[in-house]
């Protein structure tokens, strides 16, 4: 008896570390500006100042992601953002969770990247009667990305200033039209503090352990989307798009993938053509394998514990429709939600035409075997 519960003790050291994690809270004033990047945006180029509440926290830790890439801060927070055109943009309030990467940490300084991804809620939008300039966004509900490089003067007393120029944007995807999007340029002056550390036992394991470096895999996605549009003003969305895909990988390092997938899409705008005319919009396809896409492609997935960033370009060997829009990509991010199954959010596009949202679940077929490669 005495045997086994030494065994089961033992056991429990080696599953479980010893690891220190601190809190941290944050709040963050910032002022830019809107970037006109299509025609008949000059008007929305207006200042912005924006607000911003964030906690977040950090493990130190030998285990292997915290270790390679540097101890990553994990994150949530909400933000106010209120546009200088105000009657016709109106305000953006956001929530989102974000990863900060550290590139160079020293004593006093840190230098480092913040990536911010959430929903966001707008109090305006276009309206064909009452707010025809706003052809940026169309839909109170956006995506909201916010991308920062961050310099760090660490503070006595467990404080933080730091100085972040960065990039903002807000888009629905293209679920319905018009849907420019708004893109802003900030610089932003935060202020962080440590509130608390505790230790805490966390698993050794990687759910990557154990099992083989060779994965197949197969996804189902489905949305919608409103590509055509007469004028700024779309016809209303709903229309369905979809992407059929298998595909494997090979797991190189437990940092990275590289693999190829065979890819089925179905998009139905690639039933109409739109003439810039009196004719407008007509339907032009009604088959199914006319507007059925099929493409190979390769491509790697970025790998930190169950999150995947994917990036893949591809090429369609079946296109009836625009055929010499041959070329496609696929960028994005999968979240592991067990060994074997994942959900998927990425950008369909074509060459620098975002066509749709891929949202979907998918499936891993990975044996149990050899470890992947450190």
Known sequence: MKRLILAIILLSVCCCISAQRTHSL????????????????????????????????????????????????????????YMGNHKVLGSAFAAYSFLDFSFLDKQWFDLGLRVNAGLALLTRKFDKETNPQNIAVCTNLCFYFNLSFNAIFRLPSDFELKLSPGFQHYSNGAVKKPNLGLNCLFVSLALSKDICSKEFTRELKD??????????????????????????????GGFIC???????????????????????????????????????????????????????????????????????????FYNKVWTYKRFYFRVGARYYLTDYMFINLSLKANGFKAQFIESGIGFSCRRWGKKGKD
């Open 26 to 81: 944050e709040a963050k004033l910032y002022g830019g500006r809107i970037v006109p990047h299509r025609s008949g945006m000059d008007a929305l180029a207006q200042p912005l100042f924006a607000g911003e509440f964030n906690y977040y926290f950090s493990t130190l830790s030998d285990n292997y992601y915290d270790v390679k890439y540097h101890f990553p801060k994990h994150g949530f927070g909400m933000n106010y953002n």
């Open 207 to 236: 759910y990557q352990d154990g099992l083989s470096p060779h994965e197949a895999w197969i996804m189902g996605t489905c949305s919608t989307a409103d590509e055509y549009s007469v004028g700024y003003e779309g016809r209303g």
């Open 242 to 316: 979809s992407t059929v895909a298998t595909g494997y990988t090979y797991q190189y390092c437990k940092l990275g993938k590289v693999g190829a997938s065979f890819d089925m899409f179905y998009n139905e705008n690639n039933k109409y053509y739109y003439f810039d005319d009196e004719r407008g919009l007509f339907l032009l396809y009604d088959k199914f394998s006319d507007i059925l896409k099929l493409g190979i492609s390769l491509g790697h997935q970025l790998v930190y514990r169950r999150f995947e960033l994917i990036t893949y370009y591809g090429f369609h």
